[in-house]
């Protein structure tokens, strides 16, 4: 079984925020394959499926997210899905807004997210689509910025990126990763 986790944080006033961006991909995920996302398990919110064959679970970690390892962890091991077999979708900062960049393996860099994973699942390696969601203007709050929904002038270009997104982790299901990574990196526009 394949896993595609994105990361947020739970509850109404969160969504549709820039440090949702990986949950939002999930959703859209979900729409595209018709899973429903609707079982609670670990702390997660979860959707199983089939894409060509190959069973899929998606993930939504109902912690916050500098907890998200918390509740994956579990859920990885009742269901014996392999770290190689997991995807991660989440906010990058360090990458303007519609670019993708996708890694085999990575530090947690500033990405409270990633550090809990990494540290509950004793590794790096594992595959991850980071969606850019650019810097605050300089003396802006980051914690202030991450929390915010994105502004009307970008919500085309959003859309395009969760879009992307999606198809990059759809392709992940039953391609080669190297693949996947050569077709979907870089900007939404290219």
Known sequence: MKCVIGLGNPGKKYDNTRHNIGFMAVDHMADMLGIEMANKKFKCLIGV????????????????????????????DYYKVAVEDILVLYDDLDLPVGRLRLRKKGSGGGHNGIK????????????????????????ASIPGYVLARFPKSEQPLIEKIITRTSEASVAFLTEPFEEVMTEYNGDVDE
């Open 49 to 76: 499926g089939y894409h060509k064959g190959e069973k899929v679970m998606l993930v939504k970690p109902q912690t916050f997210m500098n907890l998200s390892g918390e509740g994956v962890r579990p859920l990885l």
């Open 116 to 139: 809990s994973l990494n540290q509950h699942l004793g590794t790096e390696k594992y595959k991850r689509i980071r969606i850019g969601i650019d810097r605050p203007a300089p003396g």
